[in-house]
Structures are given as structure tokens and as C-alpha cells.
């Protein structure tokens, strides 16, 4: 069975870092797009970043520059970095499969809230 | 960037209605979209993959259709299972991926 499970979020200052990670079962991340998306309190869905399975990486320009995805192919682990956090980045983070024959979110995990406020 | 323009922004249709939901690239995608299922405080769920091919194990009442830059999602006959918040997202422009605004449904 397939299962993303989140850890890493909470509450934080503004400037601060914290690294969420995502670990996966039931397939290699290594092998696949894998992909964070956030969804502000009451919004709705913005996409991160990605991994592709060669190792490019993509940002939304909205944190490029301050977040960085990556992952440990022994830990079968993704996970994001987040520096510089501002009080626009506090959103449920969700890391996702990209299933590649359709560009589509076909896994998803259960989404850890980080809050950024002084 | 790609837009997604998705229309109404929320709805409130009978047990047994048949509810549309549209959404408009900003520019042609091909078929490259796809509609997602959320309810309230769980992660999204694909539902159509490619703007009409409906995921392994979503019930038939759900369909979506169209081509280029504009997109339909249909529930043929609303379910009170169904009462959530739809997203469509394109990956015409991949890695660089799109969702629409979303469109919460309710029950009348």
C-alpha cells in the first residue's frame, strides 16, 4: 500500500527555518516526480516545488530562492527545506506523487501545518 | 504562467442535481487537466486525469470533458458524499503545475 506521511511542521518566527520531511512506503521516491503543495488557511492549493527522478529540481517563484526540496534515496524520504519563512508561507504542506503519464497528484500525504508568526 | 480560471468560486445544488463546474486555461493546454475532490481537512483526491479519463475506483457520476482552454466537470447526480471543494490543475506547462481557485459544493 501506498503511504506519504508528513512530519516537521509547527510554529515559527518570521525569518526562521524548518525542514519537513515526507516519508514514503509502498513505492521508491527515487523513481519518481515527487512534489510539496501548500494550501493557506480557507485557500486553495498552490504548488512548491519538484523533484523530478533525475534530480531537477523546480520552484514556484514564490519561494524560490528560500526553499529546497530533496530527498534520501536510503530513507526513501523526501523533504523541504524552508529558510527565510515569511508569515505568507503559514499553509497546510502536503507532499504528493506526480504520476508522470498524466502530470497528476495520484498520492498524497495527510499535510503538516506550519505557522509562521512572531 | 499558466491561469486557471474556475467558475462559480461555490455552489449549492439538491441531493440528485446535476452540477457543472467550469474551468478556463489562459492559454490552449491541450488535454493536459486534471479535477481533484477535496473535503474539509483531508488531502486532495485525483479523480479525472487528461480532462475526461475518470481514476481507478471514482464512481461514474463523476466526468469531465473539453479541450484547449476550456474545461468541464459534471457530477451527473449529486451525492451528499459529494460535498466538497473541486480543483482543477494543468500540466501543460510542466514542472511549472496550476490549480484552479476551487469550487466548493454544497447541499440546498
Known amino acids: 500500500e501506498v503511504q506519504l506521511v508528513e512530519t516537521g511542521g509547527g510554529l515559527i518566527q518570521p525569518g526562521g527555518s524548518l525542514r519537513l520531511s515526507c516519508a514514503a512506503s ?26 523530478y527522478s533525475g534530480g531537477s529540481t523546480y520552484y514556484a517563484d514564490s519561494v524560490k530562492g528560500r526553499f529546497t526540496i ?13 529558510n527565510s519563512l515569511r508569515a ?3 499553509a497546510v504542506y ?15 500525504g495527510q499535510g503538516t501545518l506550519v505557522t509562521v508568526s512572531s | ?46 479523480l479525472i486525469y487528461d480532462a475526461s479519463n475518470l481514476e481507478t475506483g471514482v464512481p461514474s457520476r463523476f466526468s469531465g470533458s473539453g479541450s484547449g482552454t476550456d474545461f468541464t466537470f459534471t457530477i451527473s447526480s449529486l451525492q451528499p458524499e459529494d460535498i466538497a471543494t473541486y480543483y482543477c490543475q494543468q500540466y501543460d506547462n510542466l514542472p511549472f503545475l496550476t490549480f484552479g481557485g476551487g469550487t466548493k459544493v454544497e447541499i440546498k
Open chain 1, 26 to 51: 509502498g513505492f521508491t521516491v527515487s523513481s519518481n516526480y515527487m512534489s510539496w503543495v501548500r494550501q493557506a488557511p480557507g485557500k486553495g492549493l498552490e504548488w512548491v516545488s519538484v523533484i
Open chain 1, 70 to 82: 530533496s530527498r534520501d534515496n536510503s530513507k526513501n524520504t523526501l523533504y523541504l527545506q524552508m
Open chain 1, 88 to 90: 505568507e508561507d503559514t
Open chain 1, 94 to 108: 502536503y507532499c504528493a506523487r506526480i504520476r508522470r503519464q498524466h502530470g497528476g497528484f495520484d498520492y498524497w
Open chain 2, 1 to 46: 504562467d499558466i491561469q486557471m480560471t474556475q467558475s462559480p468560486s461555490s455552489l449549492s445544488a439538491s441531493v440528485g442535481d446535476r452540477v457543472t463546474i467550469t474551468c478556463q486555461a489562459s492559454q490552449d493546454i491541450s488535454n493536459y487537466l486534471n479535477w481533484y475532490q477535496q473535503k474539509p481537512g483531508k488531502a486532495p483526491k485525483l
